[in-house]
């Protein structure tokens, strides 16, 4: 955050986000007291999924435990200068072996389900080939573990971790072709267990942060037209793998993805505004939710990239497009969007001001309403079965008291902020079933190394030790009344 402290900021801005979270809602009242006390049911629907969210490379540590394969981020982070401090994901929190402390948290919590994914390099060690039955095990533990504690499993597949021998990464498409044969084969081994499947996580960052901008493994500045490639692997992957598990699993489970679209909040809540933001969600996702969830790259999209467009193949987009089961989305910030008929699009998306509040994280601009108007843009534009908050939550600025603890203020200001509009959402009949925390605790935050720190448990990373936040404390709360608190 610049220019202003935070937990100064929360006053204030938890008053206008309650405000603008309750106004122009149908079927409630409208106002709030001065100090932003909101007024009615602020209840979450009674079969609202609460839970938490990791992932495999981020906590798992054991990188060379059981036959595990080496991935893109074991080869990025330890090569001098692309992570901070030289961090690592070789032990992180070591839940590999420490998972039983980890469904100890979650039960504490009251969470119903908990989001994980698969390391692809403990399963297929090669990226394809022979199986590994100890990496197997290992989920296999996790799972029944989850279930045994009254925890509903939601794996997902790929959350960036790709397996380092396979050649190219996501610039050769026989990967998406050998992540469907992963994927496939790993959900056969725990589908009679586990009911919701995602097989990725966030397009945007494992394509374009990896391939274009370079702050993510592989670290490559590829040219547009190689991006785009890239690009069209991914979400090809995608549809192979809904095909694969759909092939491998029981009738009646759940396939999705969970992916961090560029969502927006209009100028003014006036129609053409809100117009503006439907069309800027459709335009600005086209090269990955708009494939994906329409089965074609939109003509605006085609003529943007010109003869950078991606090769297509016949056959693709029916796989690419093909009926989800239900979308999940990652939410953390975003753009304030107005209309303007002077635009080719009918858009404009406007810059972040200057004093803008954010987090400690750089791109983490405070944004709560995104959540609403994100979800109800994706609802009317696609019409989604069920939707989920795969992701949110924020870093701060945790300092460890006297005491042991850790009083994170900002980060329940963050969090209560957005479920605040989140609320609104499903008041509003916007399908949204359930919410994910990021994240269960404190991990190693890719780049950023251990310098940014998302959870709701602090680790003490040189004894393991998980804490409670006040933030933990608040979500338990939050959990057990089923309700804004």
């Known amino acids: ?68 394969g080496q991935t893109n981020w074991d080869v990025f982070s330890h ?33 119903k389900a908990y989001r994980f994914s698969i390391a692809w390099s403990r399963i297929f060690p090669n990226g394809r080939g022979k199986p590994n039955a100890k990496g197997l095990d290992y989920y296999n533990r996790l799972v029944d573990g989850l279930l045994a504690a009254g925890i509903t499993p939601h794996v997902t597949m790929f959350h960036w971790d790709l397996p380092h021998a396979l050649p190219g990464g996501w610039q050769n498409r026989d990967t998406s072709y050998a992540f469907a044969d ?13 009911n919701h499947f995602m097989t990725l996580n966030e397009l945007r960052c494992f394509t374009d942060l990896s391939y274009m901008t370079g702050g993510k493994a592989p670290g490559l500045k590829l040219p ?17 793998g809904v095909q694969a598990i759909r092939a491998a699993t029981k009738s009646g489970t759940q396939v999705g993805i969970a992916d961090n679209p560029n969502i927006y909040v209009p100028a003014i809540e006036t129609p053409e505004h809100i117009e503006a933001v439907k069309k800027a969600v459709r335009e600005e996702n086209a090269m990955f939710l708009t494939a994906i969830m329409e089965g074609r790259y939109i003509d605006s999209y085609l003529t943007a990239q010109g003869k950078d467009a991606p090769v297509v193949k016949e056959g693709d987009m029916k796989l690419i497009g093909a009926p989800l089961d239900f979308l999940s989305v990652n939410v953390y910030t975003g753009n304030t969007v107005r209309a303007d008929e002077t635009a080719p699009s009918g858009y404009k998306i406007l810059p972040h001001p200057g004093q803008a509040p954010r987090m400690p994280s750089p791109w983490l601009y405070v944004t709560p309403e995104v959540i609403y108007w994100g979800m109800r843009a994706i609802s009317e534009n696609w019409k989604p079965k069920g939707l989920y908050i795969s992701e949110n939550g924020c870093s701060a600025d945790d300092t460890v008291a006297a005491d042991g603890k850790v009083y994170d203020t900002d980060r329940v200001m963050y969090l209560r902020n957005y479920l605040t509009h989140l609320q609104r959402a499903t008041r509003e009949g916007i399908p949204v079933k359930g919410y994910f925390v990021w994240s269960l605790m404190d991990n190693f935050e890719w780049e950023d190394g251990y310098t940014k720190l998302f959870g709701i448990h602090h680790v003490d ?25």
């Open 1 to 68: 955050m610049t220019g202003i402290n935070r937990r100064e900021l929360g006053l204030g801005l938890g008053a206008a986000a309650l405000g603008a979270g309750l106004a122009g809602s149908t079927g409630v009242s409208a106002q709030a007291t001065a100090t932003g006390a909101p007024q009615g049911n602020l209840a979450f629907p009674s079969d609202f999924l609460w839970g938490c969210a990791t992932a495999s490379y981020q906590i798992e540590g054991a990188v060379n435990a059981d036959g595990r």
């Open 79 to 111: 090569t001098p200068g692309k992570v901070a401090n030289g961090d690592t994901g070789d032990v992180a929190c070591d839940s590999y072996n420490r998972y039983q402390d980890d469904i100890a948290l979650l039960k504490a919590l009251g969470v």
């Open 182 to 194: 992963y994927a496939g084969y790993t959900a056969g081994k725990l589908g009679d267990r586990v």
């Open 224 to 240: 547009m037209k190689e991006v785009n490639q890239v690009r069209h692997h991914g979400v090809l992957a995608h549809g192979l």
């Open 461 to 485: 990373f040189k004894t393991q030790k998980r804490t409670p936040k006040l933030s933990a404390d608040w979500y338990r709360e939050l959990v057990r009344t089923n309700k804004l608190v």
